[in-house]
């Protein structure tokens, strides 16, 4: 047992939950919950969204989240919104700005039709998301955010997360001097997470090439106290959160389009680039991707979740 008592089963269980729902926004406009075969009327017509660092958002929110409840969360790469917007579901937290995003088939189908939809929600994270901060559509303003919300504000633990290809912007890299001009008591806490999952849109990131030794060596140098955590193994990362130091900065490493299709068509999805935004663009027409996209969604066993989950009417 970790945390307030929640257990590394249920941690694990509110990712798998959060994944479905992530993918579920990006692609489907009906049969939610897969009452029957997927079909192509299922499918929204414009599939946009960015699933790449969806898991890995996932991942940290849960984890933190059942250690620190009362954390503030500041998303850097907000172009993975509908992970974020999962876990807001996920804890009601929406509910309280959208009446109709309640804990059941309708809340569901709200958030699902809604998500990049006009006069619905965006594809990033945005001033319509409750405690949202920091968009993220543009890079390289999340940690500085971060210091600046704990400024005065010794009460407030606040945990950031930080793309690999965002702390390749001035900004960030700027911004990692902050640890030492706001250490103080009258300030609050702030728990850098680095999000290293090798890729950004296009293109391998810089410090997803670089050494562990390298990586280490150079949050060190900002005055870091750096750790390595696999964010696939939960236990061990509840672990580090269990130890933390008053300095410690993580680097998160998960696969890019974790838990997602392997491939495509010759092309590597998981843990490479083609992930970053809709890994089955063709699956509205094309029967295979389809198929494949029926496959993914069943992975997560979601009705299972959703059963404990639900307050239907």
């Known amino acids: 047992m970790y945390g307030l008592g929640i257990s590394i089963e249920k941690i694990n269980q509110r990712i798998r939950f959060c994944n479905y729902l992530a993918v579920a926004q990006i692609f489907l406009q009906d049969n939610f919950l897969l009452n029957r075969p997927l079909e192509f009327s299922d ?26 409840p009362d954390m503030q969360f500041i998303l850097g790469p907000g172009h993975g919104f509908p992970a974020l917007q999962a876990n807001l579901f996920y804890d009601g937290d929406l509910l309280e700005a959208y009446p109709d995003a309640t804990p ?13 939809w006009p006069y619905g929600f965006p594809s990033h994270a945005s001033p319509f998301t409750p405690g949202v901060i920091s968009e993220g559509g543009e890079l390289g303003y999340s ?32 911004s990692l001097n902050l640890n030492k001009l706001l250490r103080s008591d009258k300030n609050g806490r702030v728990l850098p997470i680095l999000h290293l999952n090798g890729y950004k849109i296009s293109a391998p990131t810089i410090y997803g090439r670089s050494s562990e030794r390298e990586l280490l060596q150079l949050f060190r140098g900002f005055g870091y106290d750096p750790v390595i955590v696999d964010g696939t193994n939960t236990e061990e990362f509840q672990i580090v959160l269990q130890n933390l130091k008053s300095n410690t900065f ?6 890019k389009g974790y838990t997602g299709p392997a491939e495509l068509a010759g092309t590597k999805l998981e843990g490479n680039c083609a992930s970053h935004q809709v890994p089955l663009p063709e699956a509205k027409t094309d029967r295979e991707q ?7 969604l069943k992975s997560y066993n979601f009705k299972e979740l959703y059963h404990e989950f639900a307050h239907e009417d």
């Open 104 to 116: 059941n088939l309708h809340g569901l189908e709200f958030i699902c039709g809604k998500f990049s």
């Open 290 to 296: 389809l198929e494949m996209l029926e496959k993914w």
């Open 43 to 68: 499918v929204k017509p414009r599939l946009l969204g960015h699933w790449g660092s969806c898991p890995g958002i996932n991942i940290a929110y849960a984890n933190l989240k059942a250690r620190f």
């Open 143 to 174: 940690l500085a955010t971060a210091y600046g919300a704990a400024l005065g504000k010794p009460e407030k633990f606040i945990a950031v997360l930080i793309g690999d290809g965002e702390l390749e912007t001035a900004t960030a890299l700027a």
């Open 250 to 255: 993580i680097i998160m490493k998960t696969p």
